[in-house]
């Protein structure tokens, strides 16, 4: 019930989910216009629409690395069909269908994926206190970032998934926004510049010490870089065992 609460209160999905209805109204109401072979022909695109969208959301199901750019596919892919479809019917229609999904892009914007773990937004102060305290986790995995646009989605693309899979007593994940907190970044030793070409940096802590970190400090220097991915930062990191030591360790 809570993915169909989000549907019905999310003006992004909500506007998505009635186009996307529409058709069915329509396709209903202009069978009767249509001849024989042009509604025989209809069918039989919408048949390898359909296959084709399924093949397209398993394989964008194995390799995507994060839900809500899953989810942003799909609904591209939906959309293409839709509009391949309406063109069978009229090109009148196609239009109508390409301006409405011009207004959704204007006017609304995806929200975050919340289905799965959490991670802590932390100021400077609050993750120097939670690093010197220490009476939360052992480690922190903290994301140095930077402000969310308006029309971005404002989560991190990785620690979502990352913390459903990771996060326990020893290990927490928590976001640092260097946008809001730009003199904080010399103290973390992240250069900013003038385009942030640094972030997102990813530094883990143990016992408020510096254990690792991506990119490396000597970031600029290299020629190029690995995409940043869950299983990058899993790897690098080794979360697998510092997984592994908490579950010995109960």
Not at 26 to 32: A, K, P, Q
Not at 114 to 138: H, V
Not at 191 to 205: A, E, V
Not at 210 to 217: D, G, M, T, W
Request: one cysteine or more; charged letters at 15%.
């Amino acid at each position: 019930m809570e993915w169909l609460n989000q549907m019905v209160s999310e003006p992004y999905y909500l506007s998505h989910f009635l186009t996307f209805f529409s058709y069915f109204i329509l396709r209903t109401s202009t069978t009767s216009l249509l001849s024989p072979h042009r509604t025989h022909h209809l069918l039989h695109r919408e048949i390898q629409a359909v296959l084709a969208f399924s093949v397209l959301a398993l394989l964008k199901l194995v390799r995507q690395e994060t839900w809500e750019a899953f989810i942003a596919d799909m609904l591209f892919f939906a959309k293409v069909f839709l509009v391949a479809l309406a063109l069978v019917i009229d090109y009148h229609l196609a239009l109508w269908y390409l301006g409405a999904f011009f207004a959704i892009y204007i006017l609304t914007q995806q929200p975050a994926y919340q289905g799965l773990g959490t991670s802590s937004k932390l100021t400077p102060l609050q993750l120097e206190a939670l690093l010197t305290e220490g009476n939360i986790s052992r480690f922190w995995l903290v994301e140095f970032r930077a402000s969310c646009s308006p029309a971005s989605i404002c989560t991190s693309r990785c620690f979502p998934e990352l913390s459903i899979t990771y996060s326990n007593k020893n290990l927490s994940f928590g976001i640092v926004d260097l946008g809001l907190f730009p003199n904080a970044a010399e103290k973390f030793g992240i250069y900013l510049g003038g385009s942030m070409s640094q972030l997102p940096t990813y530094i883990l802590f143990e016992n408020a010490a510096e254990v690792a970190r991506i990119p490396q400090l000597d970031f600029e220097a290299k020629s190029s870089h690995p995409p940043i991915t869950k299983r990058l930062l899993s790897r690098y990191f080794e979360l697998d065992r510092h997984l592994l030591e908490y579950v010995k360790g109960k």
